[in-house]
C-alpha cells in the first residue's frame, strides 16, 4: 500500500470514561476537506466500530464513499486518521463488477443445487414406491406399517399411496378402523 500523506485531512483522540463512554478528547483538521464530517457526532460510532467486538476481530480501517479511517489503539484510548482517498473510485467499480460476477456464479449454483435435490427427491420417491410394491407382492400391509418401514411422515405416505393407486399399481385390500391395508392389483 501506498501511503500519500495528501489523503489525510484530519486526525481524533477518541477517549474512554467509565462512566459517560467514548468522547472525543481533541481534534485537529489537516485540509479544507476536514469539514466533510462533524467528529462530535461520530465519536461514539467510531469508538465502538473498531473497539467493540471480539478479540481479533476488529477492523483495522473503514472505508465510506467520500473517506475512510484508520484507526490505531492506545489503552482505552482510540486515535483515528480521516483520509480522503485517491484513485480508489476505479478499484470500487472493479470489485463491484468482481463482487457481481461472483452474485452470478453462486445464483447459478443455487439454482443448480435445488434441481439436483428436486431430481434427488424424485429419485428417492421412484424409489420407494418400486420398493412398496415389491414388499406388497403377495403380501398386505397397513399405511402405518409402511410408513414406519420407510420412515416417512402421515402425509409422505398417504401421498405415495395414492399415486401407485392412481397408477393401478396397489388397490386397497380392506379398512381396519381408520388403517386402510394394501395390497398389488
Known amino acids: 500500500m501506498h ?15 467509565m462512566i459517560d463512554g467514548p468522547f472525543l478528547k481533541w481534534k485537529r483538521g489537516y485540509s479544507n476537506s ?12 467510531f469508538y465502538l466500530a473498531f473497539r467493540g467486538g471480539n478479540a481479533g476481530k476488529k477492523p ?7 473517506f475512510y479511517i484508520v484507526a490505531f489503539p492506545r489503552d482505552l484510548e482510540l486515535c483515528c486518521l480521516f483520509m480522503k482517498p485517491q ?16 452474485i452470478d456464479e ?20 421412484d424409489e420407494i414406491k418400486r420398493l ?7 403380501t398386505q400391509m397397513s399405511t402405518p406399517e409402511l410408513r414406519r418401514y420407510f420412515k416417512l411422515s402421515n402425509s409422505q405416505i ?7 393407486e392412481s397408477a393401478k399399481k396397489v388397490k386397497r385390500f380392506k379398512k381396519k378402523g381408520r388403517t386402510v391395508i394394501w395390497t398389488i392389483e
Not at 476536514?34 to 460510532?45: E, G, P, Q, S, V
Not at 453462486?106 to 420417491?125: K, L, P, Q, Y
Not at 398417504?158 to 401407485?164: E, P, T
Open 60 to 66: 483495522r480501517a473503514i472505508l465510506y464513499d467520500k
Open 158 to 164: 398417504w401421498k405415495v399411496m395414492s399415486d401407485l
Open 3 to 17: 501511503f500519500n500523506e495528501k489523503e489525510l485531512f484530519g486526525a481524533a483522540l477518541i477517549g474512554f470514561d
Open 106 to 125: 453462486m445464483e447459478v449454483n443455487d439454482n443448480d443445487s435445488e434441481e439436483d435435490s428436486d431430481s434427488s427427491d424424485e429419485d428417492t420417491v
Open 87 to 102: 484513485g480508489i473510485e476505479n478499484n470500487l467499480k472493479e470489485l463491484n463488477k468482481i463482487a457481481l460476477r461472483i
Open 34 to 45: 476536514a469539514k466533510l464530517l462533524k467528529l462530535d457526532d461520530f465519536a461514539m460510532n
Open 132 to 138: 412398496i410394491i415389491n414388499l406388497l407382492n403377495g
